[in-house]
């Protein structure tokens, strides 16, 4: 697993990386309330907006770590997006991309370095 400075965590899964937000970024965020995912077959660039979630403290973007196609949603968040509170770090991941070039991978924190970023 892989984390970015933008709190988000990067699960390899065969030739997809599954990508949803961090325990630390779920718990500032507070109660998640809505969120909004992209469509899957969408092509994305590193770093375009993919997601919009809103909690009751303020509304965030989740972006695209990697270039390449997003091939599923996590639909159960359309409906209970409260689940980012509850299990950020498995059950409400929000997408999967498949990725057109894996090596801006090397650069993205392992969980050690992620925890002294987070302090």
Same mark, same amino acid.
């Given at each position: ?15 997809? #990386?599954v990508?949803?937000?961090? &325990? ?6 507070? %109660?998640?309330?809505?969120? $909004?995912?992209? @469509? =899957? ?8 907006e993919?997601?919009v #979630?809103?909690?009751?403290?303020? &509304? ?6 990697? %270039?390449?196609?997003?091939v $599923?949603?996590? @639909? =159960? ?33 392992? @969980? ?8």
């Amino acid at each position: 697993m892989k984390f970015t400075e933008e709190h988000e965590w990067l699960l390899p899964e065969g030739d997809l #990386i599954v990508v949803g937000i961090t &325990a630390h970024a779920a718990e500032q965020l507070g %109660d998640v309330v809505f969120i $909004e995912l992209p @469509e =899957a077959g969408t092509e994305v660039s590193m770093d375009d907006e993919v997601v919009v #979630i809103e909690s009751v403290k303020a &509304a965030s973007d989740i972006l695209a770590p990697l %270039d390449g196609e997003i091939v $599923e949603v996590n @639909e =159960a968040l359309v409906d209970a997006p409260g689940r980012v509170n509850e299990d950020p770090m498995g059950e409400a991941w929000f997408f999967k991309i498949k990725p057109s070039d894996l090596s801006p991978m090397d650069d993205y924190m392992d @969980e050690t370095r992620y925890k002294d970023f987070i302090g």
